[in-house]
């Protein structure tokens, strides 16, 4: 039998066309998507992933050449769980971000911001049986775009994170408290709620802080829908 | 001001003034439960997400090809582009497919051919999809359900999307009559799901975000 659908949650979702996105005017799709009565059990199937690479999880560590990378070092961590609040175990998450200096790494980046010999700037992890994730990385800077005059992205990390299944794919960005540009930032504001968008804001740990050596920063992400795989399966191959 | 080391660089009517755009506090507030939502996955993503198609260092874990030597299943290409409401081939769109092997079944922990049933492409302007295109080596996936007809799940992010899109890849080949997702869509709208045959096991599938023939996305 077809596994019934879960659909998404639209109203915890930005606009999928939000004008003051520019980009979104033109690439945004202009029908509703449609309800199908199942799917077919890709729907709760996790992919599988590779081996990922020793140390894939430390962004300081990654992309190093001949030191440490500038900037102010962050411990990164947070639960997976679904919408019924279990967790999800086994996920593939990854993040890719700017240096400190609010730079990219990307070929296509035009920010007069310095690159950082020592940094790449993107990470991968595989969420533990407990659904928890965890990497070491920089702070990155806030850069500027093109959107409108005197753009400035606020200081993001992307996620991408596949979870059990097709219904468990999240593409998302990460904000830091307090940040003073947040109020301008139209890809933020692109979901309307105000408290449903402040959960892309994470929140600064002083318990998971380590003394003398980092500030933690914990970014709990909860998937759509609930079909998470069995907890015995996971236990074959984790 | 101009004496500041570097200062030069900028011209003072540049700065500041008023904001385009000012949505007033924002980023304070209470925060509710509930899933995390959505954002775009912005320009940058191909050294993170397909770093070894375009030359970035970090070791690749996902390539555009799923139809490694020990893979049983008949062979094919899959290619196509994705076009914006004005039909301008997108350059920066992340497609992501995942499929059943020759029988029907999905791969659900490592196995010995390696088949996986998953591939991203980037059709980034500097990288193998530097003619805009997404391209995918794979093997023709079984139906998995009966009465099902056989298909590739794709989905699709891009600069510019809030919500990644979900699609359905099928085959002009195959009997659809009876496809019961395909029998929910209007049937105007069916043949944006179909593949086109442009030779022996070659097809292109465009992904269409407006217009007369825009692509259907399913709400999963």
């Keep these: ?238 | 001001m101009t004496d500041l080391p570097g200062f030069g660089r900028m011209n003072p009517k540049d700065r500041g003034g008023p904001h385009d755009y000012l949505y007033p506090d924002a980023g304070s507030g209470p925060v509710s439960a509930g899933p995390t939502p959505s954002q775009t996955l912005g320009p940058f993503f191909a050294y993170g997400l397909t770093p070894g198609a375009y030359g970035y260092p970090l070791p690749e874990i996902h390539s555009n090809d799923l139809a490694g030597p020990a893979v049983a299943g008949s062979r094919i290409t899959v290619e196509g582009q994705v076009f914006d409401a004005a039909g301008v081939p997108v350059h920066d769109a992340m497609v992501e497919i995942l499929q059943a092997d020759g029988q029907g079944a999905y791969a659900e922990r490592p196995r010995n051919d390696g088949f996986t049933g998953y591939g991203r492409f980037g059709t980034g302007s500097e990288g193998p999809g530097g003619d805009k295109r997404f391209l995918f080596r794979t093997i023709k996936p079984g139906a998995t359900e009966p009465g099902a007809a056989p298909f590739i799940a794709a989905i699709l992010t891009m600069r510019g999307l809030l919500n990644h899109c979900i699609t359905r890849i099928y085959f002009p080949e195959d009997a659809l009559a009876q496809d019961p997702v395909l029998a929910a869509v209007p049937e105007e709208r069916r043949r944006t799901l179909i593949a086109e045959a442009i030779g022996p096991g070659h097809y292109r599938f465009d992904i269409r975000m407006r217009g007369e023939r825009e692509t259907v996305f399913f709400d999963v």
Excluded at chain 1, 57 to 75: F, H, Q, S
Excluded at chain 1, 126 to 152: I, Q
Excluded at chain 1, 186 to 200: G, H, K, Q, S
């Design chain 1, 1 to 238: 039998m077809a596994e019934s659908r879960s659909g998404r949650r639209w109203s915890d979702s930005p606009s999928t066309i939000f004008p003051d996105y520019k980009s979104s005017i033109q690439r945004g799709p202009g029908k509703a998507p449609i309800s199908v009565p199942g799917w077919d059990r890709s729907l709760s199937l996790r992919p599988v992933w590779p081996q990922l690479p020793e140390g894939d999880a430390d962004l300081t560590a990654n992309g190093r050449v001949n030191g440490d990378p500038i900037g102010e070092r962050i411990l990164l961590e947070g639960g997976l769980t679904d919408e019924a609040g279990r967790p999800v175990p086994g996920a593939l998450v990854e993040i890719w971000q700017a240096n400190a200096a609010g730079r990219y790494i990307h070929r296509e980046e035009r920010h007069p911001a310095p690159l950082d010999p020592n940094f790449l700037g993107a990470g991968r992890a595989v969420s533990d049986a407990g659904g928890s994730y965890r990497f070491v990385t920089v702070k990155p800077g806030s850069y500027p775009w093109n959107n409108h005059r005197n753009a400035w992205r606020p200081a993001h990390i992307h996620f991408s994170i596949f979870g059990a299944g097709i219904a468990q794919r999240l593409i998302t960005q990460m904000y830091f408290p307090g940040d003073p540009t947040l109020p301008y930032d139209p890809i933020f504001n692109a979901t309307a709620d105000a408290a449903v968008r402040n959960r892309l804001i994470a929140r600064f740990s002083m318990e998971e802080s380590v003394p003398n050596w980092a500030h933690c920063y914990r970014f709990d992400i909860v998937l759509s829908g609930s079909a998470a795989t069995p907890f015995e399966e996971e236990q074959d191959h984790d």
